[in-house]
């Protein structure tokens, strides 16, 4: 269906005012887009007749000085339906339903005669806009200074943020109401790039409840060659201006070719916090996948030396304790090893037989390649050169070992943010990954980038992160992305993408202040809805103090059963096991749940979610009639008592219970916990008892 | 020989005052180095008892915004001789000798505990300096702001200078005192990069002479991971200050991890101008060749498709006239061709023939690869890939036709400043050469750097030619930069590195106002004391209105015979003849000396100088006993009497003129020749007449 509206633009005058209505296909969301008498494009959205978004204009500054918010003419307005599924590579669910409605409208600026297309898109769940330009040779090239999209809200919703920074987007969430945001209250992050835009500048996504019970996440879908975008607050006005990260030229942030497009500005609604866990639409409005034989990518399970070096006085990444070390002209076999190198051949070995004993899928080593004596904090350009091992690092021997036992090793590439660098040595680092069999890389993006004076969720750095997924994409390998700027669904359009961090991660609590107990029920509202997260959970020896007594009194904030439900209620197609073997060893009951887990699914259902408090799903694994369950409280304790309808009716199961102990309490006594089994079928009633900072972890089994 | 003073630095009070004195091996030259009572290092020079340079200040300003200009003491300082010669790959001379005496002072910066060494060396023509930071862990890496050399001149010397513009030399000399220096009066260079950094700016090299008959060049030498250097003048004390190319961060113009050191500080002086020209001291303050088999470096003379392009109305770089085109996406075989492409196969068959029939060794082609539509101006990156001909240039059909015929091809790899671009896309552009046979190429940098914010002058593009030279002489290939940073002397160590341009090529007389008739007498005592230039002459049709008589007015600023004396006059072992084969064909008379000439000599000598007024130099063929003189002046008539003591005593030679004729002048009768012969010995002496704005070029060949 395609309905047109030709409008003839020499009818009409910059003052008229034209209004079009656009639904969602349930009707259950409504946007209204007008040009007010200004000529300025204006939205609003409500939902089920509550208003969600006032009246908002949209438009741009280019770096011209030329306003393009206003004085625009309705050339042509259409309005279509779509109505489709897909099936992903990997994800929550097997079928994705894309149902929306459309309505293009083509403005022309009349002062500069610019043509911009406007696109709207509405879910049942989601309304979306986005902004075109035509290929149009008077106007090739455009510099954007900013682009000026509102969020008009209604009133003072309470708001989940993180500061807008450019360069990070590692923080605890602060909750208050929109009056109450100020991005200088935020903990300053860990790698060292913490520079916040301006008080009243925050990250998006950002999530919402309003006081009449509207639960709103604003963020942006199919973010590509474009910066990404923060958020300004007027508190007087409760509304939100789109801020996009900066270049490295003052007064720029995109540098655009006609014909081009923005990413999509997304409004997800409901009055159910689950439908915001459970909408589809950020996938939905980015492109079909783009790679042609996708048998490459195959989610996994991990484990890695890794944790190690975050716990106290256990490894370094680094082989020497020499400082200023050239990459060049180094002789590494000379250095004096400071005898706490993680990356050696030995314990590597221990992993990769951990990991073959325990059906876990592969093994990811970071420090294994020379560089890390002074790697970061000194905008250094020439750190790592990917290819390089360190002395005690038999990339033979351990890759042969790991074959022999069946186990992938993940490669990683750990940047330093010298980006210039990497891409110059990015076709060497890929041969090398090709020659010895490796599957997967991690990622790195700590520190400021160079090229100087750009940032990591600039423009330039986008385009960075879509080639290096691309060139990955072309050498068969999947990726996981730390420091990258946060996603916003494209693992769609390249699956290989398989996680990325662009958040406080779990490694925070190991030698910070850490993670607030209620991190991770806020995380799904916020960082995931744009793509799944490397968050690294499973760490078993909560307290750091037990590694060195007299060192930090870090601890993970949560307790162990909750460590276990993080890997079904914080979705990733590459999940690690985090903690080092020994401290698995020592609980291999509570162990057999992540041996257990899948980390691809076939169906997902969010039980219950209050975005700061609470999460509870149920997921299927692929291919498969098991399901695993993952609930999750914040410091307060919490009883629920959870449904199993969504199994098969008249079919038996066998539940495994992986809960809190009853004296569990995330700060005084985190690994307290008691594993349970139970028969369960589609009638049976769970009751759940979470600690303070506790969870609960059930994988459910068909009985044979 | 070498000395040491070693002092104990508790010995020492911050308020002594310490002197040392060195001399050149004649004690021509002599520099004095103080620590003056505030603990700043201080040199002056002087030459044969005259100053050159007064009592002047050294140091730094680093951005931790301290002060590294005083408070410093002396640790040691040791001295030591040097005199030794060499053999340059290609150059003016066939060896050259290396003969100063060194002084190196240990300073210890007392607030900071900094260690510093500053490095003279005293040549009989030059003193130079710089400054060097051992491995120090304490002060690993160094952010630097400016460097504050200072070089106190004795008066309000004659001055030539170009303003200082980090991203560009293409611009007129001025000539005025110190005083009248006035960076606001320059002219704006041609390929969009006009910024004066200040009116009392200027560009390294400059090139003075005194009241009292010095004449004196401040540049400097082995720039190499560190920002070129530009001068201001305090109009007041006649005192220049380095003031380093900036880079995307303000505040900082150089990132250094210790070791490193700075390039050298160079004061060339005599009392006579042709000693000036004569100078090796900068290429023997390089470092010896890197490149351990030389065999693939010949120097050589071109034609290309290159002049039809600039001149009016005749050929273009662009296929098609299409504009605002995306470089991936672009079906470059359906664009409308414009007719008017220059690098089609038939016209490059043209110039291959041209070349093949007069002992041209090569042919370039620029605007053979797709891209041209729109590919300056925008600050676009992926604007060529290197690879990707257009459709009517037949790579396999040129290349092979060429190689019949014996002549090769030269590549032209213009970046438009993407450097980026071009870094992720050089190995294969090599490759793409590697495979066609081209064993040189010619790269370009027209417009704003990308990594934006960068400079083309500053560290990080500095640290760019050099990756390509070095990746170039991997692949033995020799090169020629365009719109690079100046060079200063790196042709030794890299003789890859054949010719750059940097500098206000031939070219703009084709559609600007051009070079003034004195330009070309100023280049040898700036631009090419840091090496050769690839100036591009040898063109004879002088006035553009010839090719469309309704057209611009515009044309070269010399006469035709002038055009063959630059071939002597401007050394480059890579040499154009610029012009159209067409045009050649109509004086094939004079063009026997284009022919003719050397390009790599064994013997250079420089028979008269005055910048902004004249030069004649003479010089042997390498290998040969042929000599080549060319005699220039600028707008100017010019008689003078040149001895041909040079040559060998009692041997015979035929010497042909090519010189002006009696009515020539650049302006009004620009291609008025004459070709005359004579037998000469070393006895003889040649009355020369130059026209305004003429030359006079010979061949002097033994008679067999």
Known sequence: MKKSLLLFASLLLATAVWGFEIKSPSENIVVNFTLDGKGTPTYSVSYKGKAVIEPSSMGFKFADGKDYSNWFTIVKVDTTSFNESWKPVWGEVSTIVDNHNELTALLRHVPTNTFMTIRFRVFDDCAAFRYEFDRDSNHAYIKVANEVSQFNLTGDHKTFWIPGNPDSNEYRYLTTPLSGIDASKADGNAIGTHMIVANNCIQSPVMMKSSDGLYINIFEAALSDYPAMMLTIDKNEFCFTSLLAGSAVKGVTAFLQTPCKTPWRTIIVSDKAEDILASKSILNLNEPCKIENTDFIKPFKMVGVWWEMHVPRRSTWNYADEWNLKLEGTDWNALKPNGRHGANTENVKKYIDFAADNGIDAVLVEGWNVGWEDWAGNWKEEVFDFVTPYPDFNVKEITSYAASKGVKMIMHHETSSSVTNYERRI????????????????????????????????????????RVIKKMADAGIMIDEHEAVRPTGQCRTYPNLLACESARGNEFNAWSDGNLPEHETILPFTRLMGGPMDYTPGIFKIKMSEYYKDGNNCQVH?????????????????????????????????????????????????????????????????????????????????????????????????????????????????????????KVTSKSVLKLTLANGGGCAISIFPIK
């Open 427 to 466: 076709d060497s680092a890929i041969e090398f990954m090709k020659k010895w069999g490796y599957t997967g890389v991690k990622t790195g993006y700590v520190g400021w980038i160079i090229p100087r004076g750009e940032t990591h969720d600039g423009q330039w750095m986008v385009q960075h992160y879509d």
């Open 558 to 678: 949560t307790t162990l059963a909750k460590q276990l439900a993080l890997y079904v209620t914080m979705f990733s197609p590459v999940q690690m096991a985090a903690d080092i073997p020994e401290n698995y060893l020592k609980h291999m009951d509570a162990f057999q749940f992540i041996k257990d887990v899948a980390v691809d699914w076939d169906d997902t259902k969010v039980l219950e979610a209050e975005p700061g408090d609470y999460i509870t799903i149920a997921r299927k694994a692929k291919g498969s009639d098991k399901w695993f369950i993952g609930a999750i409280t914040d410091e307060n304790r919490r009883t629920t008592e959870i449904k199993l309808d969504f199994l098969d009716k008249g079919r038996k199961y066998i539940a495994t219970i992986y809960a809190d102990g009853k004296d569990a309490d995330w700060e005084s006594n985190p690994v307290s916990y008691s594993i349970t089994t139970k």
